[in-house]
Nanobody, 120 residues
Framework: QVQLVESGGGLVQAGGSLRLSCAASGSIFSIEHMGWYRQFPGKQRELVAIITSGDTTNYADSVKGRFTISRDNAKNTVYLQMNSLKPEDTAVYYC??????????????WGQGTQVTVSS
């Protein structure tokens, strides 16, 4: 069984920084894409950033230049460094990973979500 556990959310003032972490554990043969989504109240989840197994990254326009996604393959962990935070970044952040649990298909797994609140 595969599990994604997030940490690092919280309350920060506008202009501040937070670092989110998400560690995958369990029966893991390989991990392909890893990423972060966020969800505003009453809205669908939206992509924030994604990183491939080859470290290619892609960001939502709203976070380019402020957020940085990275991964540590030895630890099966993905990070999201968030700088210059704005009140409009306030949301629940979810990590995701495309994981091959065995020598079979890839499945997408999700973390439990972590609240990020940016005060003005």
């Amino acid at each position: 069984q595969v599990q994604l556990v997030e940490s690092g959310g919280g309350l920060v003032q506008a202009g501040g920084s937070l670092r989110l972490s998400c560690a995958a554990s369990g029966s893991i043969f390989s991990i392909e894409h890893m990423g972060w989504y966020r969800q505003f109240p009453g809205k669908q989840r939206e992509l924030v950033a994604i990183i491939t197994s080859g470290d290619t990254t892609n960001y939502a326009d709203s976070v380019k230049g402020r957020f940085t996604i990275s991964r540590d393959n030895a630890k099966n962990t993905v990070y999201l460094q968030m700088n210059s935070l704005k009140p409009e970044d306030t949301a629940v952040y979810y990590c995701t990973a495309d994981i091959r649990p065995g020598r079979g298909p890839v499945y997408r797994y999700w973390g439990q979500g972590t609240q990020v609140t940016v005060s003005s």
